[in-house]
């Protein structure tokens, strides 16, 4: 079973696993694996949708109390995860239709996931399905006003200034793209506006507890397209949960 998406995953997964989840993204380094550990610290069970090769379903591991399943549609990329990051179970499946029963989860974490997924609703409401009243739900997503397509650094007037300017796509226009993230790496995206995002969340019951923008605060990790993330944020963080009564 794969899809038109796994098929782009499966081919970029060679990419992916060295340009991005080799450890030394500063994302995840400052604020994805440190936040994770922190939020799911007490969880038994969770699982990492989407999990790509691994990365943080195998540090979440770190508490040796938690449980971890990594899905994702891509084989490829859970073969580097079997190969790179030995641990949590890894299973291929479609985050729309997810192959457990109701309620055996108490974590979920989708991490820059939700913006390659072309069916949001049953995504969501899988998620919802899968955990346990009073589960948590993480979802991590590339920006979607600063990360909107087209949207990136622009040069400042004045270049003795390190401020930093920020030209923002058409962020009300939601759109399916095949966005080339890099020389010739084409990756499916579904730009959403954050009200879509919060509202789909909220439509499936579930409430939202906090919401981050995290700054990138190592000025020496702040390059290329991540240029402004003192002060312009790559991610927004939803934390969730599912209310103990329906
Ligand atoms: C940008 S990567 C993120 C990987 C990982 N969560 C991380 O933070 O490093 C997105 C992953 O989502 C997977 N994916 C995309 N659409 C999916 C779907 N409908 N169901 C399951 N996985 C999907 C892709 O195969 C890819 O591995």
């Keep these: ?26 994302e995840y380094l400052e604020i994805i694996v440190p936040l994770s550990k922190e939020l799911f610290v007490q969880k038994k069970l969770i699982l990492d949708l989407g999990t790509g090769s691994g990365i943080l379903a195998k540090r979440i591991m770190g508490n040796l109390a938690t449980k971890v399943v990594g899905l994702d549609l891509s084989l490829m990329q859970l073969q580097k995860a079997a190969e790179n990051n030995l641990g949590p179970s890894y299973l291929q499946s479609n985050s729309a ?86 020389d010739g790496i084409y ?14 969340f909220l439509e499936h019951g579930f409430q939202l507890q906090r919401v981050l923008e995290p700054a990138i605060v190592d000025k020496n990790k702040v390059t290329g397209n991540n240029q402004g993330g003192r002060t312009i944020p790559r991610l927004l963080v939803a934390i969730l949960e599912k209310p103990l009564f329906a």
């Design 97 to 182: 239709e997810l192959p457990f029963k109701s309620g055996v989860f108490d974590g979920v974490l989708a991490s820059m996931v939700l913006e390659h997924v072309g069916n949001l609703q049953n995504t969501v409401e899988e998620i919802s399905r899968v955990l346990q009243p009073s589960g948590l739900f993480v979802a991590v997503i590339n920006h979607p006003v600063f990360q909107t397509p087209g949207s990136g650094p622009v040069s400042a007037h004045n270049s003795d200034s390190d401020e930093i300017g920020w030209k923002v796509g058409n962020y009300l226009i939601e759109s399916s793209e095949v966005e080339e993230i890099s």
């Design 187 to 200: 990756i499916p995206y579904e730009h959403r506006t954050i009200s879509t995002y919060l509202n789909t």
């Design 1 to 26: 079973m794969n899809s038109e998406s796994g098929k782009i995953w499966d081919e970029n997964s060679s990419w992916w696993f060295e340009n991005v989840a080799n450890g030394n993204f500063h």
